[in-house]
């Protein structure tokens, strides 16, 4: 599925929302790709609630492979501060941390999809 906003509409997931250290970023665009796919366009609740279920499904997942969902505890720390993006950097966490969990993240999701459409 290609749509043109998503890049946009997923940037400010990044550091756990908005930098705020919450649930990471790669969890939250997964269950956006969850509702893209099998969310309801209109009001259905066999649909919403089976979106529910998926997404529990992933939340789950991505728990068991990279052990937290907030991404204050995968990275190892606080991003609210004035200084945290740079040591963020300095640290090179996005290399050491959070591509791992990228791809965990995708690899728990492409392999719930594929099992979901059986």
């Not at 599925?1 to 997931?13: N, Q």
């Not at 969310?39 to 991505?62: L, R």
Request: glycine residues 12%; hydrophobic residues 40%.
């Amino acid at each position: 599925m290609e749509y043109d906003c998503v890049p946009r509409i997923a940037t400010g997931l990044a550091g756990g929302v908005g930098m705020q250290g919450e649930f990471c970023g790669a969890l939250m665009g997964g269950v956006l790709i969850i509702g893209l796919r099998h969310g309801a366009d209109i009001p259905d609740d066999e649909i919403k609630y089976a979106c529910y279920d998926k997404t529990s499904q992933f939340v789950q997942a991505f728990e068991a492979v990279n052990g937290n969902t907030h991404c204050r505890e995968l990275t190892g720390i606080d991003l609210t501060g004035d200084d945290a993006y740079q040591t963020y950097k300095a640290l090179n966490l996005k290399g050491k941390v959070c591509t791992d969990v990228v791809s965990n993240a995708v690899h728990a999701l492409m392999g719930l999809m594929v099992e979901w459409e059986r």
